[in-house]
């Protein structure tokens, strides 16, 4: 697309069109404006994507939501009324120019648009069109609404987060945010996959759905009850697939993790780190099915030593034994967390409401850093953008007077 080009990148050049909300479609999206594609999001003007008004607490009381600012930085906002025959008609010179159209609106929403696959493919034949839903289309339940937690629920994994008894949602959204990642990945390798062919035809179409990538993510557990019939029970802060493996208090009110995963390491958590030569050689726990069987016993002893030793010898000890441990952290402690600081992975991010502290994209790359632009406000780039594909003031100006566009930003 012709004009304003984000900061240099792997995906300089490429174009996004999105009719986006929530997380998993923004997502996607972020990821792929911060490998340097631009992102044009589409917003309704009364209110925009709905995952701006879910708190207030960035720069509030007020301020912006922590979902919004999470997943929609380096993004253009252009309010139109796709209701409208002329917004609609804008909505169609956008994609003109655009390499791929992601969208997460409720199930039909595209078709009654006009904007399926099959539309666009022959409307507009290079656009990569990536449909996100709940679902996916063809089975008994696929005209329901999805959100993270029922999606979550539908395919098992809060069954197995919590408690015996006490099932939960795990905490972050994992089936938007994987989902994201998903679709981020499928536009990148179709892009790449255009560029080898000579001669290409309508680009082919991506159909994620939130409840087949959460059934991939449950792939060990499904995997597990498939062939033993066994549904595992969650073990909160714990593994059911290996032991000793949990959370356990320490004497100065602090909590450790320690995790074993192999017998070489389970004989030197025994031997080398809580004294207990007699476990060690108890054959019960010779192998990791066995341990598993057996936890309460081994997490009992564990337990026990830690109670009786702080947090910083419990874990200089482990270390010392090479055995994996961590300590538990709330999100106020990981947002000072040393390594964040001293590896330097916070950046300055603008938005409508100052600057904000937010963290580089996991990864890092030889010559190359991730731009991380603004948080749009909604509507923000509405008028610049209708002039770049050629709209006049007085035109821009009929537009916002006639409905098929937001107010003026500002």
């Known amino acids: 697309m012709t004009g304003r080009q984000p900061a240099a990148g792997p995906l300089a050049g490429v174009t996004v069109v999105a009719m986006e909300q929530a997380v998993a479609a923004p997502m996607c999206t972020r990821v792929l404006a911060d490998f340097g594609a631009r992102i ?33 930085r380096g993004k253009e906002s252009v309010t139109l009324n796709t209701k409208s025959a002329a917004g609609m008609e804008i909505l169609h010179r956008l994609l003109d120019r655009a390499d791929a159209f992601v969208s997460n609106l409720a199930p039909g929403a595209t078709a009654r648009l006009g904007l399926a696959p099959a539309d666009l493919a022959a409307r507009h034949p290079g656009v990569i069109p990536v449909e996100i839903d709940g679902y996916g289309p063809g089975g008994p339940i696929s005209h329901k609404r999805a959100y993270d937690l029922l999606v979550q629920a539908e395919s098992g994994s809060c069954a197995i987060t919590g408690y015996p008894g006490m099932p939960a949602k795990p905490g972050p959204a994992l089936a938007d945010f994987t989902t994201g990642l998903y679709a981020a990945m499928s536009i990148v390798s179709l892009l790449y996959g255009r560029a080898q062919q000579a001669e290409a035809g309508p680009a082919p179409h991506v159909e994620l759905s939130l409840f087949d990538v959460m059934t991939d993510v449950m792939g060990y557990a499904l995997t597990y009850t498939q062939h033993s019939g066994i549904d595992q029970e969650p073990l909160g802060v714990g593994s059911p697939a290996v032991a000793p493996y949990g959370a356990f208090p320490t004497r100065d009110g602090q909590t450790v993790v320690l995790g074993t995963t192999n017998d070489r390491e389970w004989q030197r958590v025994a031997r080398d780190i809580i004294d207990r030569p007699d476990l060690a050689e108890d054959s019960r726990f010779a192998t990791n099915p066995g341990r598993c069987a057996h936890r309460e016993i081994l997490e009992e002893a564990i337990g026990s030593w830690c109670a009786r030793h702080d947090l910083a010898e419990i874990q200089k000890t482990a270390d010392d034994a090479g055995i994996g441990n961590s300590r538990y952290n709330k999100p106020s402690e990981v947002v000072v967390h040393p390594q964040l600081t001293a590896r330097n992975r916070w950046r300055t991010v603008s938005t409508p409401r100052g600057d904000i502290r937010a963290l580089r994209p996991p990864p890092v790359i030889s010559d190359f850093e991730q731009p991380m632009g603004a948080i749009p406000g909604l509507g923000e780039h509405t008028d610049t953008v209708l002039t770049e594909i050629g709209f006049t003031t007085d035109e821009v100006a009929q537009l916002r007077a006639d409905g098929a566009i937001g107010p003026a930003y500002g």
């Open 40 to 72: 044009i999001k589409v917003e309704n003007p009364n209110g925009g994507d709905f995952a701006r008004h879910y708190d207030d607490v960035v720069n509030g009381p007020g301020g912006l939501a922590a979902h919004f600012v999470w997943c929609n």
